[in-house]
């Protein structure tokens, strides 16, 4: 089931952009977010099991390059992206990184920036931890429910 805190952000984001349509695909779950323009948005919320064929073109990749270190990264937790847009590890290119392995974070830690449509989103950690592994490299563009961060 999705985030109710994913999906007020991106409805937020939506009425800020004057988007009438956003639809997002990963690995569980497709999500449709449609309004008009005096009408409330509509959501579409589908488990992906429910429509194979719909997420069959875009699933195999990820799924592949994630399924050797499935094992090896059992106990972890993640920190997901809870937007699309472009991943950065640190405010500016001059300054240092928000986190970096070894680093210990709290739910108040601020772990990355997501940037949408020129505006910068700070993502925080939402959970304790160690950071076990940062996955997504300064600059790559991320998926909505993309694992960022893993934390033990």
């Known amino acids: 089931m999705i985030d109710i805190r994913k999906l007020k952000e991106l409805v937020r984001l939506m009425v800020e952009n004057e988007l009438t349509e956003i639809d997002l695909h990963d690995q569980q779950e497709t999500v449709t ?3 008009g323009n005096d009408q409330a948005p509509v959501i579409q919320h ?3 099991a429910a429509a194979p064929a719909a997420a069959a073109p875009a699933a195999p990749a990820p799924a592949a390059a994630e399924a050797p270190g499935a094992a090896a990264d059992a106990g972890l937790k993640s920190i997901e992206s809870p937007m699309v847009g ?3 590890t640190k405010p500016d290119p001059d300054s240092k990184a928000f986190v970096s392995v070894g680093d210990n974070v709290g739910p108040d830690t601020v ?5 949408a449509m ?3 989103n700070e993502i925080k950690a939402e959970q304790s931890g160690v950071v076990e592994k940062i996955l997504v490299k300064d600059g790559d563009a991320v998926e909505f429910g993309q694992p960022l961060i893993q934390l033990k």
């Open 33 to 35: 977010i449609k309004r």
């Open 46 to 48: 589908q488990p992906v």
């Open 86 to 88: 472009t991943f950065y």
């Open 111 to 115: 772990v990355c920036l997501v940037e």
């Open 118 to 120: 020129k505006v910068f």
